[in-house]
Structure formats: C-alpha cells, structure tokens
C-alpha cells in the first residue's frame, strides 16, 4: 500500500531531519513509527501526504509516486488525526465531520448517513451529539469527533500524529481499545506516532523504531520484544520488556468459565456449603437475575457472621475485576494490586463470565521462555 523508498527530508541548514529511510507499509496494517524526539518520525508522516516535501527519494501509495498525484487529490483520499484534535469551533459536530464529504460534493443524504455511521463508530450517539459544538464536548468526546472526521469519505490511508496523546491517561486507555475495535471493522491502513512505547505495542501490528532520522529496527510487537536490535531499541523498549509481551496475549486465551459463585439471596450456610463442596475457602458473589459481580466472600467471614451480607467484602466490579477485553498483562497487574491469586473478569455491564488463575500466567510465562516465571513475583500475592 506505501513504499517509503530511500527518502530524506534535509533542512537548508545541513540537518537531515529523515535520512535514506526504506520500509513497506502492508495494506490494512496498523504502523506506528516511534523514537526520541528529533528522530524523524511526525516528519517521515507528513511526507506521505505532503504536508512536508521530500529531499530525495519516493513514496509510492498504490504504486503511484505521492509526488505525482495532485496535492488535493492526495489529501482527500488520506484521513488525518491529530493530537491537537484541529475541529473547526464555528461548525457543529456533523459539520466537522461532513467536511470532506462536501468537498467531494456528495449529496445531503448520503452525508447525514455518513455522519451518524460514524458517530455510532465511535461511540457517540448521532442524536445527542450531531448538532453540538466542539466547545460543548469533553477532551475525549472531541477526540473522538476528530477521528471521525478523519474516516468522514472513508479513506484507505489515515495518518495519526499522537492522536490519544492531549486526554487523560484514563480516556486514553478508553480511547486506544475502542480505536483497535474500529480498526478491526474498518481494515484501514494507519501511519500512528507516538512517543509512547506502551502505546506502540498495544495499537501496532508493526513498529518502525526511529532514531536521528534512520530506521534502527522494524518488525511486529512480539518480534521486538523477543529479538531487540542492539542496545539502543533494548533500552527504548525497556527493561520490563519481557513482562510488555503480556500484554500482547489476551486473557481470553486463558479464561476459565467455571466459576465458583454464590448469589447476594443465599444464606451463610448455603456459602459455606457452596464452598466445601468446590474445595475452596472464598467465593464471588453475583446479583441472582444478571450476574452482575458485587465482591467476594471468605470462609473465614462466614464463620462470625450471622448473614451472607453481613461477611461478604463488597465492592464496585470496576475496583476487583477486569475486563474480557484485557490481557495478561492488566490481568497480573490487577493480582498484584489487589492480593488476588484469582482475579474476577466481568463483560462491559459486569456480569462475571469467568476468572483468570495466577497459574494460567505462569503457564504462559513457562510456555514463552522469554518471560521469566521468577518476575511474576509470586511472593507478593495472597493465598
């Protein structure tokens, strides 16, 4: 989809900003090109679409030279996000999203369905959110709106320049997993930066690590982590690198559905039973009709109390559980906080669908060699 071919980007001062860089960017592909600051990465990404022109060298887009495709042309067929958002403050919601699509004299119809498409993509509903102004929305509602924006003609290409980066690290973790669920629906091909390795590993299905404007290491998440490229991308991934490949594994992959629950109606000896019968010396409990996760109960508690309520430890399932969409790596994140040695997992409304066992990580861990079992720290976890 686009060949970067021995280009340079050279100021008239000397300085090679991008110097003879070379690599492939498959068709649907997630890319994230990441690096210190000054290695080249925002500029190599607005040569594609020339918002910055190349010194030597060619990129190709469907094997046709960006610098023969008219400038116009080119950027209407390329989506753009940035982390400074960009929405036109004057136009509403539909109107920052319709803006391409007008320039490419769609008709009304087909812009108004656009619109809505897209603003259910992104998880705002079209009624409540169509006719606003940027000022009347979040940080990360704008967020998403720019994005939006960007896929508003539905272009092959989008380029993202730290689009997560001005949002609380809360909406951002938010924000990251909702955009791998529309890049799995809409298999656009991405150009991401960022300068956050995290982040990198997370979104990518390849990542271009820069460095004074050269291209030290590409390969797939996995690949980097298992095989650094000398010093310099070991030292940029990072010394936890080995435990980063967690979080590449999803916990789907590990969960166990047979969970021991009892319901918030059920009495102390019900508890107990429940328990004696499974072998074990604590539960999760669950409302009757939904499922939902309410916290847990110990054999211990039981003993001394008169009710089920009475020793249960109740909490929020967003304090004590995560969710089927996370990985082993938040999974073990969450033992570690919370003193589990099993830890709940709950869908989007809360309902507990199965649990995930310290073993099952360390199984993982045994399984993939790199991840040594000794750094799961097994000593600080609680029977």
Same mark, same amino acid.
């Given at each position: 989809?686009?060949?970067?071919?021995?280009?340079?980007? $050279?100021?008239?001062?000397?300085?090679?900003?991008?110097?003879?860089?070379?690599?492939?960017?498959?068709?649907?592909?997630?890319?994230?090109?990441?690096?210190?600051?000054?290695?080249?990465?925002?500029? =190599?990404?607005?040569?594609?679409?020339?918002?910055?022109?190349?010194?030597?060298?060619?990129?190709?887009?469907?094997?046709?030279?960006?610098?023969?495709?008219? %400038?116009?042309?080119?950027?209407?067929?390329?989506?753009?996000?940035?982390?400074? $958002?960009?929405? +036109?403050?004057?136009? =509403?919601?539909?109107?920052?999203?319709?803006?391409?699509?007008?320039?490419?004299?769609?008709?009304?119809?087909?812009?108004?369905?656009?619109?809505?498409?897209?603003?259910?993509?992104?998880?705002?509903?079209?009624?409540?959110?169509?006719?606003?102004?940027?000022?009347?929305?979040?940080?990360?509602?704008?967020?998403?709106?720019?994005?939006?924006?960007?896929?508003?003609?539905?272009?092959?290409?989008?380029?993202?320049?730290?689009? +997560?980066?001005?949002?609380?690290?809360?909406?951002?973790?938010?924000?990251?997993?909702?955009?791998?669920?529309?890049?799995?629906?809409?298999?656009?091909?991405?150009?991401?930066?960022?300068?956050?390795?995290?982040?990198?590993?997370?979104?990518?299905?390849?990542? %271009?690590?820069?460095?004074?404007?050269?291209?030290?290491?590409?390969?797939?998440?996995?690949?980097?982590?298992?095989?650094?490229?000398?010093?310099?991308?070991?030292?940029?991934?990072?010394?936890?690198? #080995?435990?980063?490949?967690?979080?590449?594994?999803?916990?789907?992959?590990?969960?166990?559905?047979?969970?021991?629950?009892?319901?918030?109606?059920?009495?102390? %000896? #019900?508890?107990?039973?429940?328990?004696?019968?499974?072998?074990?010396?604590?539960? +999760?409990?669950?409302?009757?009709?939904?499922? $939902?996760?309410?916290?847990?109960?110990?054999?211990?508690?039981?003993?001394?109390?008169?009710?089920?309520?009475?020793?249960?430890?109740?909490?929020?399932?967003?304090?004590?559980?995560?969710?089927?969409?996370?990985?082993?790596?938040?999974?073990?994140?969450?033992?570690?906080?919370?003193? +589990?040695?099993?830890?709940?997992?709950?869908?989007?409304?809360?309902?507990?669908?199965?649990?995930?066992?310290?073993?099952?990580?360390?199984?993982?861990?045994?399984?993939?060699?790199?991840?040594?079992?000794?750094?799961?720290?097994?000593?600080?976890?609680?029977?």
């Amino acid at each position: 989809m686009i060949e970067i071919r021995n280009v340079s980007k $050279i100021y008239p001062n000397g300085f090679r900003a991008v110097d003879g860089l070379s690599l492939s960017i498959p068709k649907g592909d997630l890319v994230v090109f990441i690096g210190p600051s000054g290695c080249g990465k925002t500029t =190599t990404m607005r040569m594609i679409n020339r918002l910055i022109a190349i010194s030597t060298g060619e990129i190709l887009i469907e094997g046709r030279n960006n610098q023969e495709i008219p %400038a116009e042309e080119l950027r209407r067929n390329i989506g753009y996000a940035i982390q400074q $958002i960009g929405l +036109f403050p004057h136009m =509403t919601v539909s109107q920052n999203i319709a803006t391409v699509p007008r320039l490419l004299e769609w008709d009304e119809g087909r812009i108004r369905r656009r619109v809505d498409e897209l603003l259910e993509l992104v998880g705002l509903d079209p009624d409540l959110y169509r006719d606003k102004f940027p000022r009347q929305l979040s940080g990360g509602q704008q967020q998403r709106v720019g994005v939006a924006r960007a896929l508003g003609a539905d272009p092959p290409i989008m380029l993202m320049d730290e689009p +997560f980066g001005a949002v609380d690290p809360i909406t951002r973790e938010i924000l990251q997993d909702e955009f791998i669920q529309i890049q799995h629906a809409v298999e656009k091909t991405i150009v991401f930066v960022t300068h956050d390795i995290d982040e990198a590993i997370k979104m990518g299905d390849r990542i %271009a690590i820069l460095r004074d404007g050269k291209l030290v290491q590409y390969d797939t998440p996995e690949t980097l982590l298992e095989k650094p490229n000398g010093r310099f991308v070991r030292d940029f991934v990072g010394a936890d690198r #080995q435990l980063k490949r967690l979080g590449l594994v999803g916990i789907r992959e590990l969960l166990d559905k047979q969970v021991v629950r009892v319901y918030m109606d059920a009495t102390a %000896a #019900q508890a107990k039973e429940v328990m004696e019968k499974n072998g074990v010396r604590s539960v +999760f409990v669950v409302e009757r009709e939904t499922d $939902i996760l309410r916290g847990w109960v110990n054999k211990e508690a039981l003993e001394v109390a008169d009710s089920l309520l009475d020793a249960m430890h109740e909490a929020p399932y967003s304090d004590i559980a995560v969710r089927e969409r996370a990985t082993a790596r938040e999974a073990l994140s969450a033992m570690v906080a919370r003193g +589990f040695r099993v830890t709940p997992v709950v869908n989007r409304e809360g309902r507990l669908v199965g649990t995930i066992r310290l073993e099952a990580i360390q199984e993982l861990a045994i399984y993939n060699p790199v991840v040594p079992p000794q750094a799961l720290g097994e000593a600080t976890l609680n029977e």
